[in-house]
Every structure is written in structure tokens, then in C-alpha cells.
């Protein structure tokens, strides 16, 4: 059972915990986009086991991501995260889509892929079973050619010349009324987001165990990217299930 430990009062656990965390995630001013993010992380840092973020969480764990699911208007994935995790067909429990449905939002959301070299095969399951047509954000300088045969499996949205703009991705997103831009990764999508300051909302589950070896941590930045100065964020709760943590944190508002 999940149950909050942060704050404390009221006690809230089951249904009233799960009422409590979509109205949160659904405080996002109209109009306004918003991006948030959602990893899960062992006690030491490691990202993944055996290259699969998966691996890390439990039953309670998918619960809290397909909350988190329910209130986007987008989903915002990596191309290699696609392509490890193994995206594709419905992204949504019958309920989710009802309680969507319930509170005026489409049934579903569309999923965007962000990829710069646009290497991603048109015959993944991903566009082929899409419930909605995907998005897929790119760059002026990706080749033509995938480009238009991407084309026809799902709308693309230019971002950059040869490096993402993750301003121009946002806009381009909120033009679309795509406002609230929930994010699963990978950490080179978060490394990005956080090196242009676009990172509003954090959700990490910290999973116990002790990974070792070389697993990334999860924000990661491309070779060559300037350093940028650490991001404060305040604690907005705790939630625990077991030994297993899920903590939430939000960009301070001043």
C-alpha cells in the first residue's frame, strides 16, 4: 500500500491518496504550459539495470506512473527510450481514459518522440498501433527523406536547426494546446530540459537497491553541452510503499 509520509496530515493512502495526487497534477494555470518528469533511480544513482529503467520499480511504482499518465496532454519521450522500454499501442487503462473523459480532456494523449537524426524505423510499434497519431520532434538538419517517411506515420514538429531548442519545442507544443508536457525520459531529455531551465516538476522514485557498475544517472547531457549552474527545487511530498520512496519536487516559485 502507498501511503503519504510528507506532509503528514491528513493521513492519506488508497483512493483519497490517489484523488489527492491527480488534483495536484492537474493545477496547472490555462493556458500556461507547464513540463514535469518521472524517473525512477536506485539508492546509488543507477537509472537502469541491464539498460532498463524497469527493472528498478514494482507494481506500486506503475501505479504512480499511470496516475501521472492521466492528466497530460503529452506525453514526451526520447527516441532511445522508445526503443528500449519498448513503447507502443495503449498507454492508458480503460479507467484512465474514462476519468479523462470525465474531466473534459481528450481520451487520450498523444505521444511525442523526440529524436534529432530522426533514426527511428516507421514500422515500430509505436506509430504503427498508435491509438492517437503520434508527434515526432526533430531538426531542420535530419534527413529529408526520414523525414517525410516519418511523415506519414505521425506529425512532425521541427525544434532547432542542429541542436534541440527546447524553447521552441515547448511553444510548438502549446500552439498544439499541449500545455502540460509530462516527460518519462530518457536522461539525455532531462539533462537538456534542465540545461535550458525548462524543468518545472520532478517526480523520482527512489528504488532500494545498490546497482553499481556503470548505469547512468538520470540526467545526462550530450558531449560538448556548456555546464550549467545546479537547479534548487522544494520537496512537495513523500510517498512510501515498503522500502521504496517516491518523492515529488517542484521549481520554487520565486
Known amino acids: 500500500m502507498i501511503e503519504r509520509i510528507f ?3 491528513p493521513a492519506l493512502s488508497g483512493g483519497a491518496l490517489d484523488a489527492e495526487l491527480l488534483r495536484e497534477a492537474s493545477a496547472v494555470p490555462s493556458g500556461r504550459s507547464r513540463v514535469s518528469f518521472n524517473f525512477v533511480a536506485s539508492v546509488d544513482g543507477a537509472a537502469t539495470v541491464e539498460g532498463r529503467s524497469g527493472k528498478l520499480g514494482n507494481p506500486d511504482d506503475q501505479h504512480l506512473f499511470q496516475l ?13 527510450t522508445v526503443r528500449t522500454e519498448g513503447y507502443g499501442g495503449e498507454l492508458l487503462s480503460a479507467e484512465a481514459r474514462q476519468w479523462r473523459l470525465g474531466h473534459g480532456l481528450p481520451e487520450r494523449p498523444p505521444l511525442a518522440v523526440v529524436s534529432g537524426s530522426l533514426n527511428l524505423d516507421p514500422a515500430l510499434e509505436v506509430f504503427t498501433n498508435a491509438p492517437v497519431r503520434p508527434l515526432v520532434v526533430t531538426l531542420a538538419s535530419a534527413p529529408a527523406d526520414r523525414r517525410e517517411a516519418l511523415g506519414r506515420m505521425a506529425d512532425v514538429v521541427l525544434a532547432g536547426e ?5 524553447g521552441t519545442l515547448v511553444a510548438e507544443l502549446g500552439r498544439r494546446g499541449l500545455h502540460r508536457i509530462h516527460s518519462e525520459g530518457g536522461p539525455t531529455l532531462l539533462g537538456t530540459f534542465h540545461a535550458a531551465g525548462q524543468v518545472d516538476e520532478l517526480s523520482v522514485t527512489v528504488s532500494p537497491l545498490l ?3 556503470l548505469a547512468k544517472r538520470i540526467a545526462d547531457v550530450l ?3 556548456p555546464a550549467v549552474s545546479p537547479q534548487g527545487l522544494e520537496l512537495a511530498h513523500i510517498l512510501k510503499s515498503g522500502s521504496m520512496l517516491f518523492l515529488r519536487y517542484l521549481r520554487p516559485l520565486n
Open 211 to 213: 546497482v553499481g557498475g
Open 7 to 9: 506532509p503528514a496530515s
Open 223 to 225: 558531449p560538448g553541452t
Open 162 to 166: 542542429r541542436t534541440l531548442d527546447v
Open 68 to 80: 501521472m499518465r492521466r492528466t497530460a496532454d503529452v506525453i514526451l519521450v526520447g527516441a532511445q
